[in-house]
């Protein structure tokens, strides 16, 4: 063959090559720098700050009334979304209950590919086999399956590439956190607290599926936090679930991460002390599990106050000094922000009525009221179990430094008693009761996190479990507990657009994304997704 | 004692022993037959309690009136038979939150036993008034309001099967003080509509932006809260108070005595 010919051979072969594998890579590059890229949403806030803030601005508070579906995907099964979608090359990957998981073409709504997963028939959880989205790298996506696995699917076809074993889930495990990937490896925690299990976060290598590092949340007795349970083996059977993506700062290479309660969740008799890392904020470092700092939010906590919320990460300046911040918006019904660095606390303020504590102190801990241990009799406590707020995400909009969050009015009567323990059986050893003239509401509520001091509210006519998403142009989008989607002024709060979804949004929160020059607003509500965009010109 | 005859006794209460274990372990897909031991024992009634508040109360909430899973009080109430509690419990829902269970029958039935003593009414409760003058009464002074077994009016709830449902304590209070406690979808409001007309009726539902309600002719709308001047939330009841001036203490003994009478209506077609 002549040389030329076979140049022209070479270059062909080359090319065909690298179009046969080229994948839709994502680095970790793309990662650290989360939304600069708006067609995108790659991991489960957006970005690894937890802002849920997008900088796109076609849709404003002057043409948001416009938007109009203009497609909807129903998952065909029984059972609600609790996701966040990913986005990646106008490609939706989404994950649904009992672990099915579709590849959706951003465009039409159409499905790509399905994953559904062979579920054990005798599955124990406490709330539904729900789950809150991939974490993706590569041209893989990683998922928590409700069997306490984590697997890695193939971004292309949903073949499975690897299945790792988290815990047993015959004794209760489960796992339904949206992943976190951080340089090579894909950190995940497990749930299952109702059952006497252990909490822990864990780090897998994401090539392989070996692991890397575990993180306990419940102090073992050589653990420097080991002496906040009682001698003996409670600890085993201490909670501390997790079950809410955490954050990342590069700049100390240290993942945040709000852990669950302690177990039993109220008799507070089978664990004096403060049963640490429960309730907790925990500083870990991302490469060895290694924990920097923490901060126990709710100490021996009897009132199912999970701190399972997005720790939102932002730089602020608090009384003339710039502060590297995480704030958090506690189910235990008060805003804090902290100092990233050192753990601290600058800022707490109750963000709705809370009857238990009258103010956190100096020293950072609660100070308690009296009257609302849990026992045989009753004690009324706000908020209720479900808390000031719970899983559903905040927002944070570093433009008008804003914080905000779906908030629930609501109180109950919390009892406890013994309960012997039973491996795979439920270990909660207690229950509520809601008052009969209990009126409970939710409320969206922008919170200055340098004071802690309520901006603005709206307030719904029931209770809402729905995430929070802003965008740069000044707009917040969030739902009630009746099914509406909803758009505000972000300065002011007013309403400026709503539609009726049909089911509320449970832990779901909206995404936004750019493709071919439009601005689509993405919602999960249900089994259904529906996407929103302004009308397209002609 | 012979030997044979304390070996027999030996081998026969090993035998019953042995049944009432299995009994006990057995693991039926479906409600096993024969009537449920436990409805009405106390102290089965109490260990019913112990496991429902273990294994259920976190969904069904602690007084079984529903938190993230249904009102139990009401699917009780309304008629669930005992068939499809046990079925429910014991394959679950699935799709749902509701796990199937491999607890043995017994637990089952202790659960099942337990449900039906709250907040219904058992049959031993026997009415006291003249249920023959009760059903006059109800027939001249409610059943413009409430509808029992496919007649009678819909503004107000159905009672078909309130004698279930409500003790005589309960009836007693909510037919002299009916604003003390108004059920929901049967709250009173009052739409003011821009061109100042005033609908009054009970809400069936409601959010930010609309509001659901029957008028107190019975017809049923929605209505945009942004074409509403007003909407006023009332305390009271739409119905009014039956105190002593209205239906003295015999009668409303007679019509108590009546209600408690009202078990459900066989609606089939034949």
């Known amino acids: 063959m002549p040389m030329r010919a076979l140049l022209i051979v070479i270059v062909c072969s080359v090319a065909l090559a690298a179009q046969q594998t080229a994948s839709p890579q994502v680095t970790s590059q793309d990662l650290l720098d989360g939304q600069k890229d708006p067609s995108r949403w790659l991991t489960y806030s957006g970005d690894y700050s937890g802002h849920r803030h997008s900088p796109l601005t076609q849709i404003t508070p002057e043409n948001v009334h416009q938007l109009s579906a203009q497609w909807t995907f129903q998952t065909g099964t029984l059972g609600s979304f609790q996701t966040t979608p990913l986005v990646l090359d106008g490609v939706l990957y989404v994950t649904g209950y009992n672990n099915n998981a579709w590849a ?45 696995h984590l697997i890695a699917l193939d971004i292309k076809t949903g073949g499975l590439l690897w299945d790792a074993e988290l815990a047993d889930y015959k004794v209760g495990y489960s796992a339904t956190v949206a992943p976190l990937v951080v340089k090579d490896k894909v950190i995940v925690g497990i749930a299952g607290a109702e059952f006497g299990t252990r909490g822990f976060i864990d780090a897998y290598d994401t090539q392989t599926g070996k692991r890397a590092w575990r993180f306990y949340t419940v102090a073992g007795p050589d653990d420097a936090g080991g002496k906040t349970w009682p001698t003996g083996d409670s600890y085993l059977r201490g909670g501390g679930s997790i079950w809410v993506t955490g954050t990342y700062d590069p700049q100390q290479n240290l993942i945040f991460f709000g852990t669950g309660n302690p177990g039993p969740d109220y008799y507070s008799q089978a664990r004096e002390g403060d049963n640490l890392y429960t309730a907790s904020l925990v500083a870990i470092d991302a490469d060895t599990g290694q924990r920097r700092w923490h901060y126990q939010f709710t100490p021996h906590d009897v009132h199912d106050w999970d701190s399972t919320q997005v720790p939102v990460l932002g730089d602020l300046t608090i009384n003339g000094q710039p502060r590297k911040v995480v704030m958090f918006a506690n189910r235990n019904g008060f805003f804090y922000t902290i100092d990233r660095v050192t753990g601290k606390v600058i800022v707490a303020k109750p963000f709705v009525e809370t009857t238990w504590a009258k103010e956190i102190g100096t020293d950072g801990r609660p100070v308690l009221l009296p009257g609302n241990l849990p026992d045989e009799d009753g004690s009324r406590t706000c908020p209720d179990l479900g808390g000031g707020t719970n899983f559903m995400s905040p927002s944070y909009d570093p433009t008008t430094r804003l914080f905000f969050v779906t908030a629930r009015e609501t109180c109950a009567v919390y009892y406890s008693w013994d309960q012997k323990f039973k491996p795979g059986e439920q270990y909660e050893s207690g229950g509520t009761i809601r008052p009969r003239d209990q009126k409970n509401f939710g409320a969206l509520r922008a919170i200055d996190p340098t004071t802690g001091r309520l901006k603005w509210e709206f307030r719904y006519t029931s209770v809402s479990s729905s995430g929070v998403l802003t965008t740069a142009s000044g707009l917040v989008f969030a739902g009630d507990g009746d099914g509406n989607i909803m758009a505000f002024d972000s300065r002011i709060g007013k309403n400026l657009w709503h539609y009726q979804l049909g089911f509320p949004m449970r832990s779901t929160a909206g995404t936004t994304y750019m493709l071919d020059g439009r601005q689509y607003l993405l919602v999960p509500s249900g089994s259904m997704l529906t996407a929103f965009a302004l009308p397209q010109r002609p | 004692m012979t030997p044979t005859r304390s070996m027999m006794m030996v081998t026969l209460g090993c035998l019953v022993t042995g049944g009432l274990l299995l009994a006990q372990e057995q693991r039926s897909l479906t409600l096993p037959p024969g009537q449920n031991p436990h409805l009405g024992n106390p102290e089965s009634i109490r260990s019913g309690m112990a496991l429902y508040r273990f294994r259920c109360a976190d969904c069904h909430g602690l007084d079984a009136s529903g938190y993230r899973g249904p009102d139990l009080v009401a699917a009780v109430a309304g008629g669930a038979t005992d068939e499809r509690l046990f079925q429910t419990i014991r394959k679950g829902v699935p799709g749902t939150e509701m796990p199937p269970t491999e607890a043995p029958d017994n637990d089952l039935l202790l659960i099942i036993a337990y449900l039906h003593s709250v907040g219904t009414v058992t049959a031993t409760e026997r009415p006291t008034g003249n249920v023959e003058n009760g059903a006059k009464l109800f027939s001249s002074q409610c059943a413009s309001c409430h509808r029992v077994a496919g007649r009678g009016g819909r503004i107000g709830p159905d009672l078909t099967r309130v004698g279930i449902a409500r003790s005589r304590t309960a009836l007693v209070r909510e037919i002299r003080t009916p604003s003390e406690f108004v059920a929901p979808n049967y709250e009173t409001v009052t739409l003011v509509t821009k061109d100042g007309q005033r609908i009054r009726g009970a809400k069936k539902n409601e959010d930010v932006f609309s509001i659901q309600v029957m008028d107190t002719r019975e017809r049923i709308q929605g209505f945009l809260k942004s074409n509403l001047q007003d909407v006023v939330y009332e305390k009271v009841s739409l119905m009014p108070e039956y105190g002593p001036g209205r239906l003295n203490d015999n009668d409303l003994n007679d019509l108590v005595g009546y209600l408690s009478t009202l078990r459900g209506a066989d609606m089939a077609v034949r």
């Open chain 1, 104 to 148: 959706i073409d951003a465009r039409s709504g159409r499905t790509i590919w399905r994953y559904r997963r062979q579920l054990p028939e005798d599955l124990r959880n406490c709330c539904g086999p729900v789950n809150r989205g991939f974490a993706m790298v590569g041209d893989r996506l990683f998922m928590a399956t409700i069997d306490a």
